[in-house]
């Protein structure tokens, strides 16, 4: 079984400041990591994910995040944010000998205020 | 191409009735994953479905509720005799692929309310 933490469920930044979001995921097996954003009352849209490979994985809209696998963290982070940036950001995995499943963590609301 | 669709947007029912809400994949796309999310709680994985196939619902409530995705139309998740605890975002999300490295494209949602 799997399970992810985001270990703050709100997060205000000014603009242009520095945001990060943390995620620890526990599993017995290997797993995929995503981030997704979700916007008021819209769906979910991807931010990035890690697969394989490098550690540092770049994505969507200046965000960024790295993956630990000691750790077991996958945080998000995005150096300047910007007023459009407040959403609800969700961690999620899924184990590498399924068919996708998603397990999500509980959210995270960032605010953005001027 | 079109991102997935859903609807109703918002579904409001009152106790006892039944909702159905429909789930119109990317085009093509045979892969559809359906989550819920209640109020103040992350998303929950409800059942996944391939055409015609159901291929894991153990996320599904063992009673009121169901899902189908036929050869031809939209996937449906149907619940029957709503109670208030059903009231959430019912989320629908379609991938070219069941592989858990694959995107999955989320749908708007639909938000039921149950009076």
């Known amino acids: 079984a799997q399970s992810v933490t985001q270990l703050d469920s709100q997060v205000p930044v000014f603009e242009e400041a520095p945001v990060e979001l943390r995620c620890n995921y526990s599993?017995?097996?290997?797993?995929?990591l995503f981030w997704y954003v979700q916007y008021p009352n819209q769906g979910l849209q991807l931010l990035l994910k890690?697969?394989?490979?490098?550690?540092l994985v770049k994505g969507i809209n200046g965000f960024e995040a790295e993956f630990n696998k000691s750790q077991t963290s996958f945080h998000l982070r995005k150096p300047s944010v910007h007023i459009s940036d407040t959403a609800e950001y969700f961690c999620a995995v899924s184990t590498t000998d399924s068919w996708g499943k998603l397990q999500f963590g509980a959210g995270t609301q960032v605010v953005v205020t001027p | 191409n079109a991102g997935v669709m859903q609807n109703p947007r918002h579904l409001v029912r009152r106790r006892g009735q039944e909702a159905r809400l429909r789930c119109s994949p990317m085009k093509g796309h045979s892969h559809v994953y359906w989550y819920r999310q209640l109020p103040e709680e992350g998303l929950k994985f409800m059942v996944y479905?391939?055409?015609?196939?159901?291929?894991?619902e153990s996320g599904m409530p063992k009673e009121r509720f169901s899902a189908e995705f036929p050869k031809e139309g939209p996937s449906i998740l149907r619940i029957q005799q709503v109670v208030r605890g059903d009231s959430a975002a019912y989320f629908c999300?379609?991938?070219?692929?069941?592989?858990?490295?694959?995107?999955?494209?989320f749908g708007p949602g639909t938000r039921l309310t149950v009076t």
């Open positions: 599993s017995s097996v290997s797993v995929y």
């Open positions: 999300a379609s991938s070219p692929k069941g592989q858990a490295r694959a995107e999955q494209y």
């Open positions: 479905l391939q055409k015609e196939n159901i291929i894991d």
């Open positions: 890690y697969l394989s490979g490098s550690t």
